[in-house]
């Protein structure tokens, strides 16, 4: 009886806390939280976004200032090894007079040291028809400026 008894506290404990995953990693070494970031994309001048990685796989991207073309968009990421994750996006190219001008996907892998990462990957844009009008690769290089979760669309 004491035995069994025995057992049975050790199985209670064993559910009761919950073990964290071997692979759980400090949010240090996680792109959670909110980033800023230099994009560059083949040859155009380089251009300040907002990235923005939730814990559940999200991302979200804003960039642009009054006066300059803006946009907006959301896609998703996941870790990709020891320090690296991947991360996929689609956003919208507003011209500063208000004019949708294109679509921009974009597909890149992250190499990240704590609070800076450095991407680079494909970068597709079509026309709001969708029609291609360019592809070729890009590249980023950003900073967290906040730990704490955001919220992506």
Excluded at 69 to 88: D, K, L, M
Excluded at 96 to 105: F, M, Q, R, S
Aim: charged residues 15%; contains cysteine.
């Amino acid at each position: 009886m004491t035995k069994t008894l025995l057992l049975l506290l050790a199985g209670l404990a064993a559910t009761a806390v919950p073990a964290q995953p071997a692979s759980a990693e400090p949010i240090e070494f996680l792109p959670v939280g909110t980033w800023t970031g230099l994009v560059k994309v083949s040859e155009d001048p380089p251009h300040e976004s907002i990235l923005k990685f939730t814990a559940s796989g999200k991302v979200c991207l804003t960039f642009g200032h009054p006066g300059e073309a803006t946009g907006t968009g959301t896609g998703t990421w996941q870790p990709a090894g020891y320090n690296r994750f991947t991360f996929q996006l689609t956003h919208d190219v507003y011209l500063p007079d208000g004019t949708l001008a294109a679509y921009v996907a974009v597909q890149h892998t992250a190499n990240q040291k704590r609070d800076k990462f450095s991407s680079s990957g494909d970068t597709q844009v079509t026309d709001p028809q969708g029609n291609p009008v360019r592809s070729g690769p890009s590249s980023i290089e950003a900073t967290r400026s906040s730990y704490s979760t955001p919220h992506c669309p």
